[in-house]
């Protein structure tokens, strides 16, 4: 078979470059502003999905980590009580005011209060163990390092939060969170910063570890149902991370922005892509009229079209790809939170092949004007 | 593909294309033109009829309604002893494809394929393996005298080889009917020449009916039977004197 599709695309390719890059860019847009989303979302997720606990107890309703409430201390001791689970660690959660050593004014701040010895399961994926260390020391804290011009502060500083000193004793890396700057202590440290006297003495969620983490969603409805503690509510960590991400995906309208903003570039593409490949059709269409006279089906003639809409996808989504590891590895390495997983990638592959299908079909009408009858004068 | 092939008259055995009464006419905004009236005619197998006349006589019109890319207003149009009125548009699809070739003044090329990928286009929609296609389109192109130039683009031939390769291309099918709109009028006289030789051998040579619609005085001297046409009629219908220079062949 004569490859006229791809030849007639290889050959002419200035004129096809439009509509490459067209379906090039409507890939790449939709590729970032997915992996810019997953990651500015997941960082809600952050203390869930970088913390090496099984369930998560905390105020009932409690919609997202950023919004957790005092529990009951007691409830530790209701929690250890369980067979099935390991470990149990406080999670103390402060809303501050920072500032810095340098002059940056103030600064709205969450301290997240872990316990830094060994084993401790807040952060666990996040800090290494060393670092968690550091903050045995008194007053000590660690910052992010995307955060320490913002905080004005390096790492052996003195800062003040809530009108009490701290000292910087090491930088995170991936502790950056929406809302607000994360600052992480020792619960001693924590407690120490707490100014709200109804938090004194009470952790805002609490961390179990389990035995056998598979027994988790099983445990955590056994541990639900006992109302001797006062209010509180258990989840799996993998439903809570989920809980505050869709939080923040979709009460506060960003996920209907992206969905709008994904479907006027779909739009746009498609616009740009159906008009170059319906401004080819016509280039070409006394030459498929006469290859209609010579008993070419229209049915096989589309297809050609079709054929061609599907390379011009093709190869768009190839630059796309190329420029978009490029683009988010560079954002990166400049800490801004880029996540990319398989089943997005495929979508958004998806979304762009469908736009280039979408504008071969549009594109297919320009064959009605191949009449071969036209032909002769 | 899957269409049924309509059936064809053996090569060589009464008319090839036949059209009874036929009439066409166009309607432009609320002027309608009549094109042809009440018009009747007869094609023998393997002959190389020319139709000729002034602009705007019907002629191009007529050779579509024989060739079965027009419908008639009314009247009957039998080509290889097929009602081509009775098809549909896939069967006159299929019905050209198994039996006609076309050649027209434009030479309708595509720019990225070279003349053999030209020429082995369509036979692939024939059904013809790739070796068969090859075989088929190179025998083709030699004929033409284009087998040197087999391997270059449309860009890169001149007017006479690019209608050389498109008179492969519809001849590569082995059609029973070939019908040619204006083949040389694009062309110099020399190169004329070689399109109307080329055409001329085809109708002896393969007994394929060619049906070819021109003013070039120069191809009444090669066709076995010139139609003149006015004003949708046919005025005269005449058999000229083979000329001496018959036997000339194509130089490439």
Redesign the interface.
């Known amino acids: 078979?004569?490859a006229?599709a791809r030849?007639?695309l290889?050959?002419?390719w200035r004129r096809f470059l439009p509509a490459v890059v067209a379906v090039g860019f409507a890939g790449l847009l939709q590729l970032l502003q997915a992996a810019l989303v997953l990651g500015i979302f997941s960082s809600a997720g952050l203390y869930i999905t970088g913390s090496d606990a099984d369930l998560w107890v905390g105020f009932p309703g409690t919609q997202s980590v950023s919004l957790g409430r005092p529990i009951d201390p007691d409830l530790e001791m209701r929690l250890r009580m369980d067979p099935a689970v390991a470990a149990v660690e406080p999670f103390d959660w402060v809303d501050a005011d920072w500032r810095g050593a340098r002059d940056t004014g103030g600064q709205s701040v969450y301290v997240i209060g872990l316990d830094p010895r060994p084993g401790g399961l807040l952060l666990s994926r996040v800090l290494s163990p060393a670092l968690r260390a550091r903050l045995a020391e008194p007053d000590a804290v660690i910052v992010d390092r995307a955060d320490t011009d913002k905080l004005g502060v390096g790492v052996g500083d003195v800062a003040v939060i809530n009108g009490q000193r701290v000292r910087v004793v090491g930088v995170g890396h991936g502790l950056r969170a929406l809302g607000g700057v994360n600052i992480v202590a020792s619960l001693d440290t924590a407690r120490r910063l707490e100014t709200d006297p109804a938090s004194f003495g009470r952790p805002t969620f609490l961390l179990a570890a389990l035995s056998d983490p598979s027994q988790a969603g099983q445990v955590a409805t056994r541990l639900r149902n006992d109302h001797a503690f006062g209010p509180y509510d258990v989840w799996t960590a993998s439903a809570f991370s989920r809980r505050s991400i869709m939080y923040w995906m979709l009460d506060t309208g960003a996920g209907a922005g992206v969905v709008f903003l994904a479907g006027i570039v779909f739009l746009a593409g498609a616009v740009i892509t159906s008009q170059t490949l319906m401004a080819a059709v016509a280039g070409?269409v006394?030459?498929y009229?006469?290859?209609?006279?010579?008993?070419?089906?229209?049915r096989?003639l589309r297809r050609v079209v079709l054929e061609q809409a599907f390379w011009v996808g093709a190869v768009g989504l190839l630059g796309a790809t190329l420029f978009g590891l490029l683009l988010l590895a560079f954002a990166r390495s400049q800490d801004v939170p880029v996540v990319l997983n398989l089943p997005v990638t495929l979508l958004c592959v998806a979304v762009a092949m469908a736009l280039a299908a979408i504008s071969g079909l549009a594109a297919m009408r320009g064959l009605r004007r191949a009449d071969?009858?036209s032909?002769?004068? | 593909m899957s269409a049924p092939a309509p059936l064809a008259a053996p090569r060589g055995t009464g008319p090839a294309l036949c059209a009874e009464a036929i009439s066409k006419g166009f309607t432009s905004g609320k002027l309608r033109t009549q094109v042809l009236d009440g018009l009747s005619l007869s094609i023998d197998t393997g002959e190389l009829t020319l139709i000729s006349g002034p602009s705007g006589c019907g002629k191009s019109t007529l050779l579509a309604i024989l060739s079965g890319l027009q419908p008639v207003d009314s009247g009957c149009v039998t080509a290889l002893g097929c009602d081509l009125g009775t098809l549909d548009d896939q069967a006159l699809e299929r019905f050209r494809l198994l039996h006609t070739g076309f050649v027209f003044q434009g030479f309708n090329l595509f720019p990225a394929l070279d003349a053999l990928e030209q020429v082995e286009l369509p036979l692939h929609y024939l059904g013809l393996s790739r070796r068969q296609a090859r075989e088929r389109a190179t025998q083709s192109l030699d004929e033409v005298g284009m087998t040197p130039r087999m391997h270059l683009r449309p860009g890169e031939l001149s007017g006479g080889e690019k209608q050389r390769v498109a008179i492969a291309r519809a001849l590569a099918k082995h059609p029973d009917l070939l019908f040619a709109d204006e083949p040389t009028s694009a062309l110099d006289a020399a190169n004329g020449q070689v399109i109307i030789d080329i055409l001329h051998r085809i109708a002896r040579g393969h007994g394929t009916t060619v049906l070819c619609v021109s003013h070039d005085p120069r191809l009444v001297h090669h066709a076995d039977r010139v139609l003149s046409m006015e004003d949708g009629r046919i005025l005269s219908d005449r058999r000229p004197a083979p000329p001496a220079l018959l036997s000339r062949g194509a130089t490439a």
Not at chain 1, 289 to 298: F, K, S, Y
Request: proline content about 4%; hydrophobic content about 50%.
């Open positions: 078979m004569v006229l030849k007639t290889i050959f002419e070409s006394r030459e009229a006469t290859l209609n006279a010579l008993g070419v089906g229209m096989n071969p009858a032909l002769l004068r």
